[in-house]
């Protein structure tokens, strides 16, 4: 019974999937035929954020169809190996989308032709809908030259939402394969961050968080941006956390709180690669300015330590008996 019942799961877990992944395979494909046709993105016809967006889809799938192989490989384990073949698949079509697609526009850049991972640097500036209207001046979006280590909060995103995601639905379907429903509380609080940090990249996706280039923001859009990196380290503390469960609180609550805060702060590290060593800023006044040399500001650290004081706090409620 519980054979049938773990088959029937890993099928609607793939059509879920695949049904959730059906646009971002959708852009792909009308990148892929456009490059074929005339080999390059027209500005007007180039589906937003193709990257990376089409390539965790590819990697979802993958990890999600291959699910039954690795659980029964390694069994309990299944997850380590598909995650990892999962983060491989993603970085392989991650690279390939970038180095061979080009987006034909003279608004942004002098050039007719730019790669993808360029014009993906310019589009976390501003929302989509400015790109043509914005009057691009190097003081106003800090842009110095193009640096590929932008991309480590862009990666790093990606292979958040690509392991939790994996996490939630290996774990579930370990849980139905052999009946242990220990990690079933931290699985559901894990579904519930990947989800929402899922929702929240969508949103910055098609509104960059309503920043306009501006290195002060809107308070809508600081809310945003606090929320975004709070949550972002809330789903890897409890990614490790659920892994450490029933282990002595230095494992199970302050690993957890110490990685959330790890990646949050890296997040950081990216936006201060990708704004030429400055911050947003959230507001005005001493709460909101750099502490000299640290660049980050009073706001800054709180929400770092936030992140790590609420993962700490889920990780205790998930480890009371």
């Not at 993105?41 to 799938?61: D, G, M």
């Not at 500036?125 to 691009?136: F, N």
């Not at 280590?149 to 990666?155: P, V, W």
Request: charged letters at 15%; proline letters at 4%.
């Amino acid at each position: 019974m519980n054979a049938k019942k773990y088959r029937n799961f890993w099928l609607l877990m793939l059509a879920l999937v695949i049904f959730a992944c059906a646009y971002p395979i959708y852009m792909g494909v009308r990148v892929a035929a456009e490059m074929a046709r005339s080999g390059a993105v027209p500005l007007e016809n180039y589906p937003k954020y193709v990257i990376p967006y089409t390539p965790i889809a590819v990697a979802l799938i993958i990890g999600v169809a291959l699910l039954p192989l690795w659980q029964k490989l390694f069994r309990k384990w299944g997850l380590l190996p598909g995650a990892l073949f999962s983060t491989a698949v993603f970085f392989a079509a991650e690279r390939l989308m970038e180095t061979k697609i080009l987006v034909q526009t003279r608004e942004l850049v002098s050039r007719e032709l730019v790669s993808l991972e360029s014009w993906q640097m310019a589009m976390c500036y501003v929302p989509p809908e400015q790109y043509r209207t914005r009057t691009w001046e190097a003081v106003d979006v800090l842009l110095g030259g193009y640096s590929p280590a932008f991309k480590l909060h862009f990666y790093l995103i990606s292979v958040v939402i690509i392991v939790s995601l994996l996490n939630c639905v290996y774990g579930f379907a370990g849980m139905v394969r052999t009946g242990d429903t220990g990690r079933k509380k931290a699985l559901t609080v894990q579904t519930v961050t990947a989800l929402a940090f899922l929702g929240m990249c969508v949103w910055a996706c098609f509104t960059a968080f309503y920043r306009t280039g501006e290195i002060t923001v809107s308070p809508l859009s600081a809310v945003l941006m606090a929320v975004f990196f709070v949550l972002l380290g809330v789903t890897v503390g409890v990614f490790v956390g659920s892994m450490l469960l029933g282990r002595r609180k230095s494992l199970s609550v302050v690993l957890p709180a110490v990685a959330a805060l790890a990646v949050t702060a890296a997040m950081y590290a990216g936006e201060l690669i990708l704004l030429s060593g400055h911050l947003y800023r959230f507001g005005t006044g001493f709460f909101f300015e750099g502490l000299g040399a640290l660049v980050l500001s009073p706001a800054d650290l709180l929400i770092v330590l936030l992140s790590g004081g609420l993962t700490a706090a889920i990780c205790l409620a998930l480890n009371r008996k």
